[in-house]
Structure formats: C-alpha cells, structure tokens
C-alpha cells in the first residue's frame, strides 16, 4: 500500500492480477522505496540509547555522518533496474 501511495506501483485486477511497477525500474531509487516503507532516512547522531555528549568530541568522530552520506549515495543511486541486473547475474553463475 504504501509502495502504491508513493507512486512506484499500481494494482492489476483480475485473475492473474497483483502490482506492477507505475515507472521503469531504471526509474525507481532504492532510497524511494526505503523512504516509502520506513520514511526518510535520518542521519543518527549517536548509537548510544542515552547520549552521553553533546556530539562535538564523539569517540567516532565524523563516522555516522560518514556512513549515514554514503548509504544515502549508494541507496539514491542504484535502481530496480541495477538490483534485477544482479539477480540475473547471480542466477546465471549458479545454474
């Protein structure tokens, strides 16, 4: 529901109905479907369930920032269309 309340997929009624893509896979981020199921992705500031600083002498210094901006890259921009392609790949080697 929520994939189809972003736009991405559209239902098919009918016996041999169920969803397809609204868009081409080369057009559909993994960073919108993410953000369509859980929301925006949110940089954590701290991994602590209590934080015990204020963030400017963290004992990981800069590396949440870090990670959080190459998750973000990496979830915007891979599509469908490259996750199909690895699939593919994958199931070729193996059989």
């Given at each position: 529901?929520?994939?189809?309340?972003a736009?991405?997929?559209?239902?098919?009624?009918?016996p041999?109905?169920?969803?397809?893509?609204?868009?081409?896979?080369?057009?559909?981020?993994?960073?919108?479907?993410?953000?369509?199921?859980?929301?925006?992705?949110?940089?954590?500031?701290c991994?602590?369930?209590?934080?015990?600083?204020?963030?400017?002498?963290?004992?990981?210094?800069?590396?949440?920032?870090?990670?959080?901006?190459?998750?973000?890259?990496?979830?915007?921009?891979?599509t469908?269309?490259?996750?199909?392609?690895?699939?593919?790949?994958?199931l070729?080697?193996?059989?």
């Open positions: 529901q929520r994939l189809h309340k736009k991405m997929v559209e239902s098919v009624r009918g041999k109905g169920g969803f397809k893509l609204s868009r081409a896979p080369q057009e559909i981020s993994l960073l919108e479907v993410y953000e369509a199921i859980e929301g925006p992705l949110v940089a954590e500031t991994l602590l369930t209590t934080q015990v600083c204020d963030g400017t002498d963290c004992i990981l210094g800069g590396l949440l920032e870090t990670v959080h901006r190459q998750v973000s890259r990496y979830l915007g921009d891979t469908l269309a490259d996750i199909a392609g690895v699939l593919r790949r994958a070729e080697n193996k059989g």
